[in-house]
């Protein structure tokens, strides 16, 4: 009799991790077919697609895959990574100081671009004759590219030169990096050039 109950018991639970985990195969098939159907979402000055400043990062690994990493800035600086990936590219989520939502979306891809078309690998020049004037300052050990007509968009550029009197960049400078930030990121802050 404990038998027939411990095999009842046995098959209705394997039945139940049957339909769960179709379920689950069903979600995590789900998600990369939605990050890999269609053009790749533009940057915005709030994120990337899904990857937006203030989402969530424990909610990113439900919309597309994910792969996770922290860092270390120093004693009293975590950043929690998140590498999201659309089909063959991907963007960085980042938190930081120990928080759960997105202070910083990272593009290092140049697949990825404004709705005015640059990105990684466009130069000085096209930022330029797309956005405008452009603030230049110091920032992260970079020299960076931002502009009132591209608002929470930061550009980091390779190329540019830091002087004692500013920074010099010529056209050809190109971008190396897109920053997605908000004021609540340390390391988004800009320090001015001297």
């Given amino acids: 009799m404990r038998l027939a109950a411990f095999a009842a018991c046995w098959a209705v639970g394997a039945c139940a991790r049957t339909d769960a985990s179709r379920v689950a195969r069903r979600q995590t098939t789900a998600?990369?077919?939605?990050?890999?159907?269609?053009?790749l979402p533009l940057i915005t000055a709030r994120g990337v697609g899904p990857?937006?400043?203030?989402?969530r990062m424990a909610e990113l690994a439900a919309i597309c895959p994910v792969s996770d990493s922290s860092f270390a800035r120093g004693a009293l600086l975590r950043e929690d990574i998140s590498a999201v990936r659309f089909g063959e590219h991907a963007v960085l989520a980042i938190a930081v100081g120990g928080f759960e939502n997105v202070a910083r979306?990272?593009?290092?891809?140049?697949?990825?671009?404004?709705?005015?078309?640059?990105?990684?690998?466009?130069?000085?020049?096209e930022l330029r004759?797309?956005?405008?004037?452009?603030?230049?300052?110091?920032?992260?050990?970079?020299?960076?590219?931002?502009?009132?007509?591209?608002?929470?968009?930061?550009f980091a550029m390779t190329g540019a030169t830091p002087t004692a009197?500013?920074?010099?960049?010529?056209?050809?400078?190109?971008?190396?990096?897109?920053?997605?930030?908000t004021t609540d990121d340390p390391l988004a802050r800009s320090v001015p050039t001297p």
Avoid: K
């Fill in 31 to 39: 998600a990369p077919q939605f990050c890999t159907d269609g053009p």
């Fill in 51 to 55: 990857v937006a400043v203030g989402a």
């Fill in 105 to 125: 979306v990272e593009v290092r891809d140049a697949a990825f671009r404004t709705e005015r078309g640059v990105g990684v690998g466009s130069t000085a020049g």
């Fill in 129 to 154: 004759a797309r956005y405008g004037a452009f603030r230049v300052r110091a920032r992260r050990g970079s020299v960076i590219l931002e502009s009132a007509a591209a608002p929470g968009l930061s």
């Fill in 165 to 181: 009197g500013g920074t010099e960049l010529s056209d050809d400078a190109l971008v190396s990096a897109v920053w997605v930030t």
